[in-house]
């Protein structure tokens, strides 16, 4: 699951024009270290990449996540 997420927020990063900078997790909870323009509103795109990340994740790991 690690992997899947780190797939996913290296996407939704290149989508808000950032990077993945560092990326690391145990079972309940995961470190990013990423960069993204100034001018993008850290609020914004902390709540998109938690719902979407979340949404994905339960989508494809439902069983495992049960």
């Given at each position: 699951m690690l992997n899947r997420l780190e797939v996913i927020f290296t996407d939704l990063l290149v989508k808000w024009g950032g990077?993945?900078?560092e990326f690391g997790g145990e079972p309940d909870h995961?470190?990013?270290l990423f960069e993204v323009d100034p001018t993008v509103r850290l609020s914004d795109f902390v709540k998109n990449l938690k719902s979407v990340s979340a949404r994905?994740?339960?989508q494809e790991f439902a069983e495992?996540?049960?």
């Open positions: 990077e993945l900078i995961v470190h990013l994905k994740m339960r495992q996540l049960r």
